[in-house]
């Protein structure tokens, strides 16, 4: 039987991109779905989309980057449906200005409470209920910018995804006695709409080199359809094609210069 099939999942940053896609796959393995994400009309589209494959699924708006709502999705969860299998933390924001010399501290402490307080608050208000039944896995969508953090994605980004890597990890360390896995999904540069917030956004022909959030939900079901007693620690994803990336980290090393 398919491991999905029937598993309660939340799934963060399910409007668009890597959400929706994981959401659209984990629908159609058979899970009961929660969407979750801050804006409520793509959240709709994707639960209808699922519906609609014959999926079910409910959304909840929610803004990760207040820790208490985080929270509150997985109490709220673990009270409608008795348990959470899997958690997927995908949601995440970068700053539009990239360089440590010029990005606000209003603007780098909003990526770490959304990257980082957002995946801790709403992980650890599932723990007890997973430890309790001896298993649960918890899936974190990081970046490659946590392993070699530069200009694209900038430094609040690249931190708070180093943040997430450490996080999942001590998790793992500490909880996969207890049956719960900790994988971290670390990917390069994927085509969602998120990169049309770049002060130099990539063109359509740059977009088709990288991978696609399908490709990304692709290893996410991998990690939770396993069986319990395998654990994925860790994907490391990259397009296949390094595409030249000077002209945008140029443009990056300059965006918020005071004038």
């Known amino acids: 039987m398919n491991a999905l099939h029937d598993a309660i999942a939340i799934i963060t940053g399910a409007g668009s991109g890597i959400g929706r896609a994981t959401a659209l796959a984990f629908g159609a393995a058979g899970a009961s779905l929660v969407l979750a994400g801050r804006r409520a009309q793509p959240l709709e589209r994707t639960r209808d989309a699922v519906v609609a494959a014959g999926g079910k699924a409910v959304t909840r708006s929610v803004d990760m980057e207040d820790g208490d709502a985080a929270a509150a999705l997985g109490r709220w969860t673990l009270e409608e449906h008795g348990r959470v299998d899997v958690l997927v933390n995908n949601a995440g924001h970068s700053t539009r200005v990239r360089s440590i010399r010029y990005v606000e501290p ?58 997430e890597v450490a996080l999942m990890r001590g998790m793992s360390n500490e909880l996969r006695r207890h049956g719960i896995r900790a994988c971290t999904i670390i990917p390069g540069e994927v085509n969602p709409a998120v990169l049309a917030a770049r002060q130099s956004p990539p063109d359509e022909a740059s977009r088709e080199q990288m991978m696609q959030p399908e490709d990304v939900a692709a290893a996410i079901v991998l990690c939770a359809s396993l069986p319990g007693r395998t654990l994925v620690e860790q994907i490391v994803m990259s397009p296949t094609r390094v595409r030249d990336l000077s002209a945008e980290l140029e443009v990056a090393a300059h965006a918020g210069r005071p004038r």
């Open 106 to 163: 209003e603007d780098f402490a909003s990526v770490f409470r959304v990257n980082v307080d957002g995946v801790y608050r709403l992980t650890q208000s599932l723990m007890e209920a997973m430890i309790a039944r001896g298993a649960g896995t918890v899936i974190t969508v990081a970046s490659k910018a946590a392993l070699d953090p530069n200009l694209l994605g900038g430094i609040a980004y690249g931190s708070a995804k180093a943040a």
